[in-house]
T-cell receptor
């Protein structure tokens, strides 16, 4: 089983749509969880951290289900500028700070 | 504002040559990380570095790779004898306040 698994997509949605991405992770002792955004040939940029209680930042909502080892990202009212690859990222147990990345889910928002 | 810059932005080298990739933090950081991303593949952890020592390294980080902080500010990744399969984007990252990491713009390494 992959350490962090995502549906690669692509997800093609019209502007204004709501889209959800899912991610599963294999190590139940993983400590921290993030969503990053990556544009083509650019560095990953932190979108948001994910907390057990769920958290929201504007149009973006992230959820964590530790029992199911499942993380989600919901994007409401999609904009053209949301087109990118969304990376599910997990920090395994231990204090070295290493991050484990999923393959990424590609989103294409069309006018 | 970027937390870290990297040089060069693009490096072309011949197989068997040594390359040094540089990472310059904008402000004081204690933890540094190197990741690589082969075109079309996921971002992979290479090494973490704290207090002038390697704290963890991946299987990818073999004897061909080394890291150091030569002058207390720059953080370098050296590949001693490059192979074709070393062609990738190499990202340096630093810690934020809560385990998140901030990535530099990357160096695209092309080995011919």
């Amino acid at each position: 089983r992959k350490e962090v698994e995502q549906d690669p997509g692509p997800f093609n949605v019209p502007e204004g749509a709501t889209v959800a991405f899912n991610c599963t992770y294999s190590n139940s002792a993983s400590q921290s969880f993030f969503w990053y955004r990556q544009d083509c040939r650019k560095e990953p940029k932190l979108l948001m951290s994910v907390y057990s209680s769920g958290n929201e930042d504007g149009r973006f909502t992230a959820q964590l289900n530790r029992a199911s080892q499942y993380i989600s990202l919901l994007i409401r009212d999609s904009k053209l500028s949301d087109s990118a690859t969304y990376l599910c990222v997990v920090s395994p147990p231990g204090n070295t700070g290493k991050l484990i990345f999923g393959q990424g889910t590609t989103l294409q928002v069309k006018p | 504002e970027p937390e870290v810059t990297q040089t060069p932005s693009h490096q072309v080298t011949q197989m068997g040559q040594e390359v040094i990739l540089r990472c310059v933090p904008i402000s004081n950081h204690l933890y540094f990380y190197w990741y690589r991303q082969i075109l079309g593949q996921k971002v992979e952890f290479l090494v973490s570095f704290y207090n002038n020592e390697i704290s963890e390294k991946s299987e990818i980080f073999d004897d061909q790779f080394s890291v150091e902080r030569p002058d207390g500010s720059n953080f370098t990744l050296k590949i001693r004898s490059t192979k074709l399969e070393d062609s990738a984007m190499y990202f340096c990252a630093v810690h934020g306040p809560s385990y998140e990491q901030y990535f530099g713009p990357g160096t695209r390494l092309t080995v011919t």
